[in-house]
């Protein structure tokens, strides 16, 4: 049974640049949420999606926005790329209806920005 | 959602018990505390979850007094790659949007 899987692993990106992240949820999850984790910092919620809608957002500008498909995988797209995107990025899924069970994490994908 | 405070690095060695506690003085009354850990260039992994006072699983045990405003996971005869991050957070498991709350939690170094 695959846990949360994200590609790429690793991107290297300049700024102004856009970049799209993907993730695949844990079998039988429906829920997907983003985390931007900088070096040496614990992860920030960026937003979580379910049913193809964005549900809940973090404090983060528009130039991070996401999208969720049928399939319950998710992207997540950053415009106009800065400095400090650069960090690890975190997805987690879960199942709605089994909503006292923990978030799972993919290994996330590293970002830099030159 | 409740802030936690815990401390910014542990040191210890092989085969001791490692207890790291966390404080969560405003928590509320639906709130669970979860324990996640994490390893360089890894994503966070759940270890425990409880809601009062003591929850144990193959990993871990997590101790939670009667008032709730603080926790302590307990680590039994660690090893080398018990060293990792850890991370303390408080919030209601029961919300369908859950975000997580994460601090900068606690670094464990365990040593030969």
């Known amino acids: 049974d695959a846990g949360v899987t994200q590609s790429p692993t690793h991107l290297i990106k300049t700024r102004g640049q856009q970049v799209t992240l993907r993730c695949s949820p844990k079998?039988?999850?429906?829920?997907v949420s983003w985390y931007q984790q900088a070096l040496g910092q614990g992860p920030q919620f960026i937003f979580q999606?379910?049913?193809?809608?964005?549900?809940q957002r973090g404090n983060f500008p528009d130039r991070f926005s996401g999208h969720q498909f049928p399939n319950y995988s998710s992207e997540l797209n950053v415009n106009a790329l800065l400095l400090g995107d650069s960090a690890l990025y975190l997805c987690?899924?879960?199942?709605?209806?089994?909503?006292?069970?923990?978030?799972?994490f993919g290994d996330g994908t590293r970002l830099s920005i030159l | 959602l409740a802030k936690t405070t815990q401390p910014i690095s542990m040191d210890s060695y092989e085969g001791q018990e490692v207890n790291i506690t966390c404080s969560h003085n405003?928590?509320?009354?639906?709130?669970?505390i979860t324990w996640y850990q994490q390893f360089p260039s890894q994503g966070p992994r759940f270890i425990i979850q409880?809601?009062?006072t003591k929850v144990t699983n193959e990993v871990a045990s997590l101790f939670i007094p009667a008032d709730r405003k603080s926790s302590t996971l307990s680590l039994p005869r660690v090893s080398l790659s018990d060293t990792a991050v850890y991370y303390c957070?408080?919030?209601?498991?029961?919300?369908?949007?859950?975000?997580?709350?994460f601090g900068t939690g606690t670094r464990l170094l365990v040593s030969p």
């Open positions: 987690a899924s879960r199942a709605m209806q089994l909503s006292n069970q923990p978030q799972h």
């Open positions: 079998s039988g999850h429906d829920t």
């Open positions: 999606y379910y049913e193809e809608e964005e549900r």
């Open positions: 405003n928590i509320a009354t639906n709130d669970y």
């Open positions: 409880g809601y009062k």
């Open positions: 957070l408080v919030g209601d498991r029961n919300t369908g949007f859950q975000k997580l709350v």
